[in-house]
């Protein structure tokens, strides 16, 4: 079993930067790949990116590309996910998420998932 807790979400101005984090807890918490995800309203739950246990591997999503970088602390078992050039399509509660496994882009590949938390992008 593993426990998930999203923090660093909040109302930013377009073109702006968070940093979301996540909290793993649990045996083997640091032996998981972990992604992130987004869900705005009552689309679709959406990939972000994903990492593996070591950190050695990423992937992100298309809509995040070249503004959105995840990162982990092995140390700590936590995950970040810095944003930058935040656009108002970004809004949405973000997802921390682990597996077992090296990384997957799918919500159905991951078995625990965090409450999640609001990130609001203002025009």
């Known amino acids: 079993q593993v426990q998930l807790v999203e923090s660093g979400g909040g109302l930013v101005q377009a073109g702006g930067s968070l940093r979301l984090s996540c909290t793993a807890s649990?045996?083997?918490?640091?032996?998981?790949?972990m992604g992130w995800f987004r869900q705005a309203g009552q689309k679709e739950r959406e990939f972000v990116a994903a990492?593996?246990?070591?950190?050695?591997?990423?992937e992100v999503g298309d809509s995040a590309k070249g503004r959105f970088t995840i990162s982990r602390d092995t140390s700590t078992n936590r995950i970040y996910l810095q944003m930058k050039n935040l656009e108002p399509e970004d809004t949405a509660v973000y997802y921390c998420?682990?597996?077992?496994?090296?990384?997957?882009?799918?919500?159905?590949?991951?078995?625990?998932w965090g409450q999640g938390t609001q990130v609001t992008v203002s025009s």
């Open positions: 649990g045996r083997d918490a640091h032996d998981y790949a």
């Open positions: 990492i593996s246990w070591s950190g050695g591997s990423t």
């Open positions: 998420a682990a597996a077992r496994g090296l990384y997957y882009t799918e919500t159905y590949e991951y078995e625990w």
